[in-house]
């Protein structure tokens, strides 16, 4: 069964950094462009940063341009999301999934998400 499952986030104040993870379990993540996203309350889901099979190929949102970072290691079966100069705006739940591109509609497997708050 194709899993993925995402971990890092937490509460950190304005200015601070966070590195979330994505691990992926039952299928070959070295065949898969990965892509992370995120929803704000009462906002819809946007997409924030994507990473070739490879990883010789990253898409970013412009909002977070940078700031983030995605890098993956396929050994490791895992996907990064590296937060630095975080802002209030970044609140949200974050969500790793398979696909490319930053349109949710190319994405077919998704993880729970984790919640990554800023805050003083």
């Known amino acids: 069964q194709s899993q993925i499952m995402e971990s890092g986030g937490g509460l950190v104040e304005p200015g601070g950094s966070l590195r979330l993870s994505c691990t992926t379990s039952?299928?070959?993540?070295?065949?898969?462009?990965i892509g992370w996203f995120r929803q704000a309350p009462g906002r819809e889901r946007e997409g924030v940063a994507c990473i070739s099979s490879e990883g010789d190929s990253t898409m970013y949102a412009d909002s977070v341009k940078g700031r983030f970072t995605i890098s993956r290691d396929n050994a490791k079966n895992t996907v990064y999301l590296q937060m630095n100069n975080l802002d209030p705006e970044d609140t949200g739940i974050y969500y790793c999934g398979r696909g490319y591109l930053l349109h949710a509609s190319a994405y077919d497997l998704w993880g729970q998400g984790t919640r990554v708050t800023v805050s003083s």
């Open positions: 039952g299928f070959t993540l070295d065949t898969y462009a």
